[in-house]
């Protein structure tokens, strides 16, 4: 159990639609990394926040966006979905100056149909 | 860019066999490394880490790892395999501090371990 956790756990979306994905953060955790988990691929770096600041993007087109909150709380929003776009999406939390103390959330399984 | 190669994508042992992951790396300097292990439904753990220092590491569950910098390698291993590592295992690397890839992490595509009785 790391403290992380991720709404909802499934999630079913049409092409085209958009999807906002929930992130709580362990507490006192100003850092959040969002990763794409493809079936059979391992995690891609979208993007992170570090006191609600954008501070480093994969290669990620820019209807992946994200939100982090001052409660510890982040969100991914995915805008024009694509099928492509089906993935495990895994949240990671950590402290600024311990970046790769990341504690990794069970992640949110999207469908895109 | 950097990236991380796992060349096996599933392997298969007996239970109490002994077990080697294989991972190389691309990177231009000596980066950060890591293995993590995913069980179904679960996400990821951390199992052991190197950023400096001895090049052989200990991490949890029984599990080490030897870092070659002349092989660009960062291997797994376990003496002993229990039924409950069966899993999913990913080896990551993470950019060192002053370039523009610290704290990012890129993982490899992953080796499914199966465990027979």
């Known amino acids: 159990e790391t403290g992380v956790t991720q709404s909802p756990t499934h999630l079913i979306k049409t092409r085209g639609q958009q999807v906002t994905l929930r992130c709580s953060s362990q507490s006192g955790h100003n850092t959040v990394s969002w990763y794409q988990q493809a079936l059979g691929q391992g995690p891609q770096f979208i993007f992170q926040?570090?006191?609600?600041?954008?501070?480093g993007r994969g290669n990620f087109p820019p209807r992946f966006s994200g939100l982090q909150f001052p409660n510890y709380s982040s969100e991914l929003n995915v805008n024009a979905l694509e099928l492509d776009d089906s993935a495990l999406y895994l949240c990671?939390?950590?402290?600024?100056?311990?970046?790769?103390?990341?504690?990794f959330g069970p992640g949110t399984r999207l469908t895109v149909t | 860019a950097q990236s991380v190669t796992q060349p096996d994508i599933h392997i298969t042992v007996s239970e109490g066999a002994s077990l080697e992951l294989r991972c190389n790396y691309s990177?231009?300097?000596?980066?950060?490394l890591f293995w993590y292990v995913q069980s179904p439904g679960q996400g990821l753990q951390l199992l052991l880490k190197y950023f400096s220092g001895d090049t052989l590491v200990q991490g949890i569950k029984g599990f080490e790892a030897e870092f070659k910098r002349s092989q660009s390698s960062f291997n797994l291993r376990k003496p002993s395999v229990h039924w409950s590592d069966a899993a999913e295992y990913f080896c990551a690397v993470g950019g060192i501090a002053g370039g523009t890839s610290y704290g990012k992490l890129t993982f490899g595509q992953g080796t499914i371990l199966t465990v027979h009785p």
């Open positions: 990177y231009g300097a000596t980066p950060y």
């Open positions: 990671a939390s950590s402290i600024g100056h311990s970046p790769y103390e990341q504690y």
């Open positions: 926040y570090y006191r609600e600041e954008e501070n």
